[in-house]
T-cell receptor
């Protein structure tokens, strides 16, 4: 089992819809979880991070963490064409660890 | 505030040539990282430096060396470039004072080895 798994997509949603991006991880002791957005040809940029079970909201973005089921998700409400990008899930496995393990990313396409 | 600066942005090498990728950050971060990103492979960690004076191997260190020159600068060296090292290289940094703090990325170096 890969350490961090994401559906590669592409995930296509119409403009204004909710986009749901999922990520599962294999190490039950993982501590912190990060969502990055990467536009084609650009560098990853942080959207948000979460480390406690439940939901965390920031504007149109909501991160959801379920440690018992070992998944983290990102919801994008009122999706815009400018949200079209690849979304990377990253996991810090142990408290104090300096390393992140990245999933391969999910490509999102928002159709006008 | 420039953040994380990588040079060069593009480079073409011949097999067997050597080169050093430069990375500098102005955020007073303790930890710095080098990743490579290949199509379908995601971001893979090459080396990292948890703090000035220390370096450690990541997932794919073979064929690379690093130097943490000071707190600001972390360089990646290819001693004898191979076509398999054609990739996009990203440098990142993190404060290191709180394990929940994210990594911040530079704009990347696109390296082609012929």
């Amino acid at each position: 089992q890969k350490e961090v798994e994401q559906n590669s997509g592409p995930l296509s949603v119409p403009e204004g819809a909710i986009a749901s991006l999922n990520c599962t991880y294999s190490d039950r002791g993982s501590q912190s979880f990060f969502w990055y957005r990467q536009y084609s040809g650009k560098s990853p940029e942080l959207i948000m991070f979460i480390y406690s079970n439940g939901d965390k909201e920031d504007g149109r973005f909501t991160a959801q963490l379920n440690k018992a089921s070992q998944y983290v998700s990102l919801l994008i409400r009122d999706s815009q064409p400018s949200d079209s990008a690849t979304y990377l899930c990253a996991v810090r496995k142990r408290a104090g660890s300096y390393q992140l393990t990245f999933g391969k990313g999910t490509k999102l396409s928002v159709i006008p | 505030n420039a953040g994380v600066t990588q040079t060069p942005k593009f480079q073409v090498l011949k097999t067997g040539q050597s080169m050093t990728l430069q990375c500098a950050q102005d955020m007073n971060h303790n930890s710095m990282y080098w990743y490579r990103q290949d199509p379908g492979m995601g971001l893979r960690l090459i080396y990292y430096s948890a703090s000035e004076g220390t370096t450690d191997k990541g997932e794919v260190p073979n064929g690379y060396n690093v130097s943490r020159l000071n707190k600001r600068e972390f360089s990646l060296r290819l001693e004898s470039a191979a076509p398999s090292q054609t990739s996009v290289y990203f440098c990142a940094s993190r404060t290191g004072q709180n394990s929940n703090q994210p990594q911040h990325f530079g704009d990347g170096t696109r390296l082609s080895i012929l």
